[in-house]
């Protein structure tokens, strides 16, 4: 079946450090990956979604690179801001479904 | 443009009491409906997805059901609330196929 595993459920780090959030997927299908964020008290918005060329989508400053050898759509940034901290979910969709990971809580102190 | 919208905004029930949320998205016709649900401090939970009008499928009930009344509607419910369906209710479209999900501006639900 379709499945998407985030390990980490809490991440704290200081700003500027980088950020990597950690997403593997299984899916019989060649899927869309996407990256979400949830600001507290908000509905999730979307905040990347892969291509199905080798193009590494980028947004405010995040980025994803889909390694299908590794079934891994990892989230990256370089240097982590305080407005960053929020809830982080990576989702597939093979088809008319979408599957969500557990999340990733993403702290960034000063 | 595409909207969605839910209401209402927030509720505030006693357990046992009936419960009727709402969906409504305009600009898009013959969207992919979806239902969320959140705990406070948790993590998505999908509970029912509908393709068309009139078909509803059930990921996760949580004595929850859902309805499509309308190509632009959908509807969650329950005749009797319980304290452990607080949280936040969500309503998304998807455009269809291999596409992103946009998610609507949610309903907090507060059960006493």
């Known amino acids: 079946g379709d499945s998407v595993t985030q390990t980490e459920g809490l991440v704290t780090l200081t700003e500027g450090l980088p950020v990597m959030l950690n997403c593997t997927y299984q899916?019989?299908?060649?899927?869309?990956l996407f990256w979400y964020v949830q600001h507290l008290n908000e509905a999730p918005k979307l905040l990347l979604k892969?291509?199905?060329?080798?193009k590494r989508p980028e947004h405010q400053g995040f980025h994803a690179t889909l390694h299908k050898s590794s079934s891994s759509f990892h989230l990256q940034k370089s240097s982590a801001q305080l407005s960053d901290s929020a809830l982080y979910y990576c989702?597939?969709?093979?088809?008319?479904?979408?599957?969500f990971g557990d999340g990733t809580q993403l702290v960034v102190k000063p | 443009a595409q909207t969605i919208h839910q209401w209402p905004v927030a509720e505030i029930k006693a357990v046992g009491s009936p419960l009727s949320l709402g969906c409504t998205i305009k600009?898009?016709?013959?969207?992919?409906l979806y239902w969320y649900w959140q705990a406070t401090g948790g993590t998505l939970q999908q509970l029912f997805y509908?393709?068309?009008?009139?078909?509803v499928e059930s990921v996760v009930q949580l004595n929850l059901s859902a309805s499509r009344p309308k190509d632009d509607q959908f509807i969650l419910s329950t005749e009797k609330l319980l304290l452990s369906h607080s949280g936040f209710y969500l309503c998304?479209?998807?455009?269809?196929?291999?596409?992103?999900?946009?998610f609507g501006p949610g309903t907090r639900l507060t059960v006493l």
């Open positions: 998304a479209w998807m455009g269809g196929g291999y596409a992103e999900q946009f």
């Open positions: 899916s019989t299908y060649s899927p869309f």
């Open positions: 892969s291509f199905t060329d080798n």
């Open positions: 989702a597939l969709s093979p088809n008319n479904r979408i599957f």
């Open positions: 600009g898009k016709s013959s969207p992919n």
């Open positions: 509908s393709i068309t009008v009139g078909q």
